[in-house]
């Protein structure tokens, strides 16, 4: 037995063909967007300022470095983390010194990030607790140093803040670039 095609069934074969595969890409299509939705995949964009860290099931697992990143969304948290530099300001504060004489202090500090899951992980707010170390430090300083020693050794004493933050910044994962009193007055002792 022969086979005769003629050309309006090779068209129709060929067309039906096209058409099945046409339907199981879009079906294909369809399912990966469903498993999209249901598996929460997310895209990110770590920008190159930051990073991301990324966090499975409230366990830290890697930092993000810049650029695009996919993650489950209901299985992933991603927490991001500035890089630039930041300044604390110590507003002026009056403390007493060692003899008792009144002084007014203030100081700024710059750092840099240098490890972004250690700087999350000190404490809820890196800036505020590095405030904090930043006034205790000099508090330390100004009540543990005479008035006269304040006046004479005034570029020591930017060193002694510097030494007194090292280990806190250790600590913090940052790096502290420049800290320095921008205020130092030591007034004269009242004598009755």
């Known amino acids: 037995m022969l086979l005769v095609l003629n050309t309006v069934d090779v068209v129709t074969t060929i067309g039906a ?113 590095l405030a904090a170390q930043l006034q205790l430090a000099t508090k330390d300083i100004v009540t543990s140093t005479s008035a006269a020693q304040l006046i004479s050794e005034q570029a020591s004493l930017s060193q002694q803040l510097y030494q007194k933050l090292l280990p806190h910044a250790a600590l913090a994962g940052i790096e502290i670039t420049t800290v320095d009193f921008t205020e130092l007055y030591v007034a004269e002792r009242e004598h009755y």
């Open 17 to 129: 063909v096209a058409f099945t595969i046409f339907v199981c890409l879009a079906l294909l299509v369809l399912f990966a967007a469903l498993v999209v939705k249901i598996f929460g995949v997310k895209v990110i964009s770590v920008f190159e300022t930051h990073r991301g860290l990324l966090y499975r099931g409230g366990r830290f697992q890697r930092v993000l470095m810049p650029g695009r990143h996919y993650y489950s969304q209901w299985l992933s948290t991603v927490v991001f983390v500035d890089m630039r530099a930041g300044t604390i300001t110590l507003p002026s504060q009056d403390l007493v010194a060692l003899n008792g004489s009144p002084t007014r202090v203030a100081a700024v500090c710059e750092y840099v990030v240098r490890d972004p899951e250690k700087s999350i992980s000190v404490s809820q707010s890196l800036e505020q607790h």
